[in-house]
Nanobody, 121 residues
Framework: QVQLVESGGGLVQPGGSLRLSCAAS????????MNWYRQAPGNQRELVAA???????TYADSVKGRFTISRDDAKNTVYLQMNSLRPEDTAVYYC???????????????WGQGTLVTVPS
């Protein structure tokens, strides 16, 4: 079964750093765009960062200069390096990716289970 598995969340003090990982597991032909979203209690889910098939990146204004998204296609994995963390970064972070299955070339959009990042004030 094809799925996205997230890891790396936890508690970090303001100004600290954290690195999230999201790996696509199962039989996959190729991975297309990969994205990170986040949602805090009482807030709308927002796009944090995105990386295209060819490596082009985009970021939410709130994280520009602090977060970096990257991908390792050999491992079907996307990362989110988070630096200079602030209390307002506290949220559940979700990865998202489009994948193509082998042989059938069926396209699926997948979501990770979410990982909690907590930055106390």
């Amino acid at each position: 079964q094809v799925q996205l598995v997230e890891s790396g969340g936890g508690l970090v003090q303001p100004g600290g750093s954290l690195r999230l990982s999201c790996a696509a597991s199962g039989s996959i032909f190729r991975v297309y765009a990969m994205n990170w979203y986040r949602q805090a209690p009482g807030n709308q889910r927002e796009l944090v960062a995105a990386v295209s098939t060819l490596g082009s990146t985009t970021y939410a204004d709130s994280v520009k200069g602090r977060f970096t998204i990257s991908r390792d296609d050999a491992k079907n994995t996307v990362y989110l390096q988070m630096n200079s963390l602030r209390p307002e970064d506290t949220a559940v972070y979700y990865c998202n990716a489009g994948v193509e299955l082998p042989h059938s070339y069926k396209y699926l959009e997948l979501w990770g289970q979410g990982t909690l990042v907590t930055v106390p004030s």
